[in-house]
């Protein structure tokens, strides 16, 4: 079955950085748009960043010129490299992926990587 795996999250000071990955794997054929979310305890899930087969991308602005998304498509993985981080980006971030699998697009979700930023 065709599933997203993230890691790399972790405690951080504030200002300091992390990189998050997001690999799909099992069977499936390609991905389509990807992108990242984010939950802080007692919040709802939020949009993070996405970006599409053809490298677009989009910011929420709270995240803006702070975070980067990224994507490698002949591995299909994608990244998340986040610089001055801030208490407030606690949270834990899910990967999203449109990926096709033979009998078509299915939408799947990681299992999560929690962020801390705190000192």
């Known amino acids: 079955q065709a599933q997203l795996v993230e890691s790399g999250g972790g405690l951080v000071q504030p200002g300091g950085s992390l990189r998050l990955s997001c690999a799909a794997s099992?069977?499936?054929?390609?991905?389509?748009?990807m992108a990242w979310y984010r939950q802080a305890p007692g919040k709802q899930r939020e949009w993070v960043a996405s970006?599409?087969?053809?490298?677009?991308?989009n910011y929420a602005d709270s995240v803006k010129g702070r975070f980067t998304i990224s994507r490698d498509n002949n591995k299909n993985t994608m990244s998340l490299q986040m610089n001055s981080l801030k208490p407030e980006d606690t949270a834990v971030y899910y990967c999203?992926?449109?990926?096709?699998?033979?009998?078509?697009?299915?939408?799947?979700w990681g299992q999560g990587t929690q962020v801390t930023v705190s000192s």
């Open positions: 970006i599409s087969v053809g490298g677009d991308t």
């Open positions: 999203n992926a449109f990926l096709l699998v033979v009998h078509g697009w299915v939408n799947r």
């Open positions: 099992g069977s499936m054929l390609s991905a389509d748009n």
